[in-house]
Nanobody, 126 residues
Framework: QVPLVESGGGLVQPGGSLRLSCTTS????????VAWFRQVAGKREGVICI???????YYIDPVKGRFTISRDNAKNTVYLQMNSLKPEDTATYFC????????????????????WGQGTRVTVSS
């Protein structure tokens, strides 16, 4: 398995912003769909993903208008920009990549992604 590497987590106040990064030396991420998952109390859910074909993005309703996913292919990196953060966004965030995983509804299921990072902790608290 090729590990992905996340960074950018930390403690932020409600209403604040963070940008998470996901990179790897073992995959060309522009050839894969890449998703961000978050895990709370053992439950891991897909939050947002960017497809490999046309960079279509899919996201869950609670992050609509607040989270954005993007690629920097020159840096082989995928970003998760998180704005207007809420305490309920507190979680460990994982990036994941798969050739086929980023499709409507399918991106929410961690079983559809082959490559994973170790996670980065995001805490939203005053």
């Amino acid at each position: 398995q090729v590990p992905l590497v996340e960074s950018g987590g930390g403690l932020v106040q409600p209403g604040g912003s963070l940008r998470l990064s996901c990179t790897t030396s073992g995959l060309a991420l522009d050839k894969y769909g890449v998703a961000w998952f978050r895990q709370v109390a053992g439950k891991r859910e897909g939050v947002i993903c960017i497809s490999r074909t046309d960079d279509s993005t899919y996201y869950i309703d609670p992050v609509k208008g607040r989270f954005t996913i993007s690629r920097d292919n020159a840096k082989n990196t995928v970003y998760l920009q998180m704005n207007s953060l809420k305490p309920e966004d507190t979680a460990t965030y994982f990036c994941a990549a798969d050739y086929f995983g980023c499709r409507p509804e399918a991106y929410k299921d961690y079983n559809n992604f082959r490559y994973w990072g170790q996670g980065t902790r995001v805490t939203v608290s005053s």
